[in-house]
Nanobody, 123 residues
């Protein structure tokens, strides 16, 4: 059983930046694919960014050029650097882990989920 703990959420003004962290336990190394999802009130959860076990990445169009997903295998932590934030980025952000090596932004590909961290962007 993998446990995921997100941190780093908060409230920022439009144009600002935040870095989300997701710490996994026990140690998973690079054997899992990881992703960040988000869910805004009244909307479905959507995949934002994912990183494969070999380091390849994928993003939804709305965050390309603004968000960067990365991982530190030594710390067993995945990050989501979010720059140029917009009010439409406001949501609860969730970290997820998959035992599958392939990249995916689909929820069903992920086996483990964190509790989420809130990001609020004001205009």
């Amino acid at each position: 059983q993998v446990q995921l703990a997100e941190s780093g959420g908060g409230s920022v003004q439009a144009g600002g930046s935040l870095r989300l962290s997701c710490a996994a336990s026990p140690y998973t190394g690079s054997s899992y694919s990881m992703a960040w999802f988000r869910q805004a009130p009244g909307k479905e959860r959507e995949g934002v960014a994912c990183i494969g076990s070999e380091g390849s990445t994928e993003y939804i169009d709305s965050v390309k050029g603004r968000f960067t997903i990365s991982q530190d295998n030594a710390k067993n932590t995945v990050y989501l650097q979010m720059n140029s934030l917009k009010p439409e980025d406001t949501a609860m952000y969730y970290c997820a882990a998959s035992r599958l090596p392939a990249l995916s932004l689909r929820q069903h590909a992920y086996d483990y989920w964190g509790q989420g961290t809130q990001v609020t962007v004001s205009s």
